[in-house]
């Protein structure tokens, strides 16, 4: 039986661009649009038109560079912002408009001032509208994870009569938990779309670190498309980041089996691009792109992954596009590490010179915390000076 697939909507230029420190100048989304494509997202959000003139151009200009993705561009449920959104959107190869509004009583009351049968009519006119404008449309129910479930499968009900085709079930705060949110998705799935040629899309905030899993959890009750970015940027705590989501269904692709188009080879190009082009990289801890993620420090580890990286790697660096095994060493280091470094550097040593070599190395290592090249070439010439000097 084939697997289904699980369309991956990037969303690091719009959500990801809007959070502090993450600002893009044209050019440079344009390039970071072109390695999202080689990376095989399905869908680029590439701006939010009515919000400036930056965004609307970005849009534009992601929708003619970009012919492989669908291209999507976000608005209110305001015809205004529908209107810009479409216009932005005229030139892309398959375009789509996402519109929300929220549905929670919280946002209603505090932020729109408005009832829900307001809210109501809003998303009917604004999806009607839509639908005539781009290939497809795409409606969010922001902040559903606090919504009323009558009023939110109400809402989508009347998004689908009108022409959504995608539902997207945003936890706008992250505030869900990952079997609270798979009860959502199962919830919607059965009250709103039932046998509809309609596809569920989830979209995580990760203020309690939870958005990848509570999107593995959606994905495993029936959502189709993740909303994502590259090394997880967004509002506040950030998004479900891209990488983590893939290679989490890559790597356990027993316990999910469903199938992406991403070239997960690529996964590094994309996150360093990001990190060269905003104010930040990613914490060296970081899953899957931080700069320890497939280093080892401590010696039995480095043994063991000289001996069979699997031993401690469920993922090989290569598989992210990674080039090499970054072996850090330091005082933790054991002498198999040691001994392989130092046959990369061309030298071999029978067992007395390693055992003399790898004291002075620990030596070393306690004053200094990080051991280079240059210091293993340094000690085997401190010891032929001493060996000739006796
Ligand atoms: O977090 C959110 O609710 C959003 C919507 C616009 C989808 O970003
Ligand atoms: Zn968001």
Not at 47 to 66: L, T, Y
Not at 136 to 158: P, W
Not at 308 to 330: A, F, H, Q, R, W
């Amino acid at each position: 039986m084939k697997s289904e697939k699980i369309a991956i909507f990037d969303t690091t230029l719009r959500d990801g661009e809007q959070s502090p420190g993450c600002s893009m100048y044209l050019d440079e989304k344009i390039r970071m649009a072109r390695q999202l494509e080689q990376l095989g997202v399905d869908i680029i959000e590439a701006g939010f038109p009515i919000a400036s003139e930056g965004d609307f151009n970005a849009v534009r200009a992601v929708s003619a560079e970009c012919r492989n993705a669908t291209i999507a561009a976000l608005g209110r449920t305001i015809e205004g912002d529908i209107f810009r959104a479409g216009d932005a959107l005229k030139n892309a190869a398959r375009s789509r408009i996402h519109t929300f509004v929220a549905t929670s009583d919280i946002h209603l009351e505090y932020k729109l001032k408005k009832t829900r049968s307001e809210v109501l009519a809003m998303t009917r006119k604004a999806v009607r509208a839509a639908a005539g404008l781009a290939d497809e449309v795409e409606f969010s129910a922001e902040d559903a994870t606090r919504s009323d479930i009558d009023f939110l499968c109400e809402v989508f009900t009347a998004a689908v009569e009108e022409g959504a085709t995608i539902l997207n079930v945003p936890d706008t705060v992250g505030y869900t938990l990952p079997t609270e949110y798979a009860n959502l998705i199962r919830t919607v799935k059965q009250r709103v779309v039932g046998d509809r040629d309609v596809t569920i899309s989830v979209h995580c905030h990760n203020d309690l670190g939870l958005a990848v899993a509570n999107s593995l959890a959606a994905v495993e009750a029936g959502a189709r498309q993740v909303e994502c970015t590259i090394n997880g940027i967004g509002e506040r705590a950030g998004n479900a980041s891209l990488e983590e989501f893939v290679m989490a269904c890559a790597v356990r692709a027993d316990k999910m089996p469903f199938e992406n188009d991403i070239d997960t080879s690529q996964i590094y190009s994309a996150s360093s691009l990001l990190s060269s082009i905003i104010s930040f990289g990613v914490q060296p801890n970081k899953a899957i792109v931080g700069r320890n993620a497939f280093a080892h420090e401590a010696g039995i580890h480095q043994h063991g992954v000289l001996s069979n990286p699997l031993c401690y790697e469920i993922m090989t660096p290569e598989s992210v596009g990674i080039p090499k095994n970054d072996i850090v060493l330091g005082k933790h280091s054991g002498r198999h590490a040691l001994t392989s470094r130092y046959e990369e550097l061309g030298f071999t040593f029978d067992q007395e010179e390693i055992s003399d070599i790898y004291t002075r190395f620990v030596e070393l290592a306690d004053k200094k915390k990080n051991i280079y090249e240059q210091d293993l070439i340094g000690i085997v010439h401190e010891r032929s000076e001493t060996l000739i000097a006796a």
